[in-house]
């Protein structure tokens, strides 16, 4: 079993910054490539960033690449989404999810196993 743990939502302004983590315990969370997805009202879970087990793999859906980086710290088992130039769409509650490893990093709900329980992200116009 791991647990996932979100913080760090808030609301900021268009073009502003947000930091969100993922705080992991349980079983060896290392062994697990994490994902951060979003989910709007009215709109299905989409993908966001994901991040390899190892840190060296990372992969971005289009609409957030030069804008959000993910990054992990295996000694503290977080993984920590950066946003920047965050506009009105990003509004949405992020969740991380932790997937087993594989040969790339998963991009639907259904590769991953444990989910955290969302933090809001609400940019204002």
């Known amino acids: 079993q791991v647990r996932l743990v979100e913080s760090g939502g808030g609301l900021v302004q268009t073009g502003g910054s947000l930091r969100v983590s993922c705080a992991a315990s349980?079983?060896?969370?290392?062994?697990?490539?994490i994902g951060w997805f979003r989910q709007a009202p009215g709109k299905d879970r989409e993908f966001v960033c994901g991040?390899?087990?190892?840190?060296?793999?990372?992969f971005c859906t289009d609409s957030v690449k030069g804008r959000f980086t993910i990054s992990r710290d295996n000694t503290k088992n977080t993984v920590d989404l950066q946003m920047s130039n965050l506009k009105p769409d990003d509004t949405a509650a992020y969740y991380c999810?932790?997937?087993?490893?594989?040969?790339?990093?998963?991009?639907?709900?259904?590769?991953?196993?444990?989910w955290g329980q969302g933090t809001q992200v609400t940019i204002s116009s």
């Open positions: 349980g079983r060896t969370t290392s062994n697990y490539a």
């Open positions: 991040i390899s087990r190892s840190g060296v793999m990372v």
């Open positions: 999810a932790a997937a087993p490893p594989g040969p790339r990093i998963g991009r639907s709900p259904g590769e991953y196993d444990y």
